[in-house]
């Protein structure tokens, strides 16, 4: 029963990465400033931030392409970039001293929960290649 959770959950995550990515990379101005915390960590980058967007595309195409084929090297290629970023977020929280405020809850909602529901999918599907 388990193993038909995570296949949903690539997608979903994969989706939802696929999301963040469009919206980084179409309105990245918007992004920059309605995202609570991402003005805080400096001046607007646009080729920056679309290189961030990119990243989120690359691991949303891998997640969605996870949670279609059940393949998980590219669940767990997918979800490094997510796990990664997350552990960089929660590493930010604590330099600033770990306040419970709107950037806090847009990180856990938005950055730690999607991976680490993603990097629990990757982990716990039933290794297979996509050819399988």
Request: aromatic share 12%; charged share 10%; proline share 4%.
């Amino acid at each position: 029963m388990e193993e038909e959770m995570q296949k949903p959950v690539l997608l979903a995550v994969g989706a939802f990465a696929l999301v963040n990515a469009g919206y980084i990379w179409f309105a990245t101005g918007h992004w920059y400033v309605t995202v609570p915390g991402v003005a805080a960590t400096g001046p607007l980058n646009t080729h920056f931030a679309r290189d961030v967007g990119l990243a989120f595309f690359s691991s949303g195409l891998a997640l969605l392409w996870a949670g279609r084929r059940g393949d998980r090297s590219a669940a767990l290629c997918g979800a490094s970039w997510l796990g990664l970023h997350a552990v960089y977020r929660i590493w930010i929280w604590g330099a600033r001293g770990l306040p419970a405020d709107l950037v806090a809850l847009t990180n856990l909602l938005g950055i730690q929960l999607p991976a680490l529901a993603a990097l629990w999918a990757a982990f716990t599907l039933t290794r297979k290649g996509a050819g399988q």
